[in-house]
């Protein structure tokens, strides 16, 4: 059952990383603009990529919860440095700080059952929360 929750939760993360490598392939026009929002793109990428793994790898609920605290702490920064994906920032932010809280509910013990389904709603609300950070810096570099 184990191996069956790590195999769902890896076709999660690589599925999100397909979805946010195709929104970060879409390319900058060679402007400053277009060079800041490909940034933008990247840091939301790694970001959603790192936390979904933090969640799927498991293993002491306080490493996992640090560790998707420091992401938070990244996609803040984010919305901080470029006002245009400060609101969708803050939403990554969001879903990075209930997937945190979440993780102060897994069990310590490393051979106890693990809730897939919420692991992967939280890695499912952290990869569309960065989708739409990247959206979001797409569209105003574009209009």
């Known amino acids: ?11 999660l993360v690589f599925a999100g990383a397909l979805l946010l490598s195709g929104c970060a392939a879409g390319g900058g026009n060679g402007d400053a603009s ?22 799927a790898a498991g293993g002491d609920p306080s490493d996992v919860q640090s560790a998707l605290e420091g992401y938070s702490e990244r996609a803040a920064a984010l919305g901080d440095e470029n006002e245009d994906v400060a609101d969708s920032a803050e939403a990554l932010v969001g879903a990075l700080d209930e ?7 897994l069990p310590t013990d490393p051979e106890a059952e693990v809730d897939a389904e919420a692991v992967a709603e939280h890695q499912t609300a952290i990869q569309e929360a960065a989708a739409e950070v990247s959206s979001a810096c797409t569209a105003d570099a574009e209009g």
């Open 34 to 55: 277009g060079d800041a929002c490909e940034t933008v793109r990247t840091e939301a990428r790694d970001i959603s990529n790192g936390a979904q793994n933090a969640l």
């Open 1 to 11: 059952m184990q191996m069956q929750r790590i195999k769902m939760s890896a076709a």
């Open 99 to 105: 997937a945190a809280a979440f993780a102060e509910t």
